[in-house]
């Protein structure tokens, strides 16, 4: 595996405390936090559907798409 090291970049301060940088990462927030509780909805979502499919189940009923398994019956 070939492996370029990393090195640190030295940023000047002025440009630290520039609007452009703080506007660029006030929008990277922005939109983190939108794909964040986005995804956090799906997620929420996900789990009531399936509760739901879940609450929904009757573990001792049998289905009708099958035939009983009878050892010897012809």
Not at 56 to 68: C, I, L, N, R, T
């Amino acid at each position: 595996m070939n492996r370029t090291p990393s090195t640190a970049v030295a940023v000047p301060l002025e440009l630290l405390k520039s609007r452009t940088i703080r506007v660029l990462t006030d929008s990277f927030q922005e939109v983190f936090t939108a794909a964040y509780d986005e995804e956090r909805a799906r997620k929420e979502a996900a789990k009531r559907r399936l509760m739901a499919e879940l609450l929904g189940v009757d573990e001792f009923a049998a289905p009708q798409s099958h035939e009983d398994y009878c050892p010897g019956a012809a």
